[in-house]
Each structure stands twice: as structure tokens, then as C-alpha cells.
């Protein structure tokens, strides 16, 4: 019996120890930030595969600002590999969001990008990790949505200029 009694009073103060030490330690509350991208091409070279129809391959880079619900705006810049079929473009990359107070937010992403028969522009729809925080996104972990419209066509001139609406559910270490 004494044995039984032993174990019973280890087991709950290991479990109130774990308890509270989850509630301690655990991150902040889960946030969420929902914001528009407005961007535009910098880069882009795409290079036929030649050998099948229609499919590229390529690589590119866009700039432009983020514009968040609280009225918040953060300096956007996107580097991606970018694989084309005449079905729809899959893209995939990173995205850095810089801050006015120094702060940083970086996200891994893949988006599918598939042309409106309507509108011949593309409209894309993807997800993505946040995977790095600096200032006080620092610690900071979460997935993000991302869908997206097109705003000129994907041609060598505007080279696909668009917006995207995002939505970063996330979490900050606590303090």
C-alpha cells in the first residue's frame, strides 16, 4: 500500500510540475495578421524546356509593400523558382518583410497560379511557414494562406504583376 501511495503522489507532482511548466513556458496566444501585398516584377527569366510542350522553368524577383489591417505598411520583397505548364504555374520561395521599426518577418511559400478564362489574368492560391523573426516578430512561428489575383498580364513587358491577400496565423515566444 505504502508503494501505491508513493507512486500516486510522484505521478501528480510530476504532472502538476509538467503542468505548469507547459502554461510557463508555452508561447504567447495565437495571433493573427492579415494583410495585402501589392508587387511588382523586378526579375524574371523564364527559359523553355524545349524538348516537351510548353513548359518553363525560371526564376524571379518582386518588390512592393504590404499593407496590414492596423494601417501598417511593411517594405515586401519575394524571391521564387517558378515551373510553368499550359495548365497553371506553380511557383514556390521566400518573402522578407521589412518593418518601419527595424523588425523583420520571413515566410517559405508555394502558391498555384492558374489563368482565369474570364479575365486572362492569373488567379493563385497557396500556403506557406513562417520561418524567421527579427525585433519583435523575434521567435516568432506559423502558417500562413495566401490567395492571389493577377493586375496585368504574365507577358516579357509587365511580367505578371499582381496582389495578394495574406492571412499569418502565428505565434511569439513568451516574455
Known sequence: MFLKSS??????????????????LSSAGAETLNFRVFNYSTKMEVIPIGFVKA????????RGLANFENGEVAIFLARG??????????????????FNDGATLVYDWEINAVKSEETQL??????????????????????ITINGQGITPLNDE??????????????????
Open 81 to 98: 523558382a517558378i515551373k510553368a505548364t499550359p495548365q497553371s504555374t506553380l511557383v514556390s520561395g521566400f518573402t522578407q518583410l521589412t
Open 158 to 175: 509587365t511580367k505578371g504583376d499582381a496582389y495578394f491577400d495574406v492571412t499569418a496565423n502565428y505565434s511569439l515566444p513568451s516574455k
Open 122 to 143: 492569373n488567379i493563385s492560391k497557396g500556403s506557406g511557414k513562417i520561418i524567421e523573426g527579427t525585433g519583435r516578430f523575434a521567435g516568432i512561428q506559423g502558417e
Open 55 to 62: 513548359p518553363a522553368i525560371g526564376v524571379m524577383e518582386k
Open 7 to 24: 507512486f500516486m503522489r510522484v505521478f501528480i507532482s510530476t504532472m502538476l510540475v509538467a503542468l505548469f511548466s507547459l502554461f510557463t
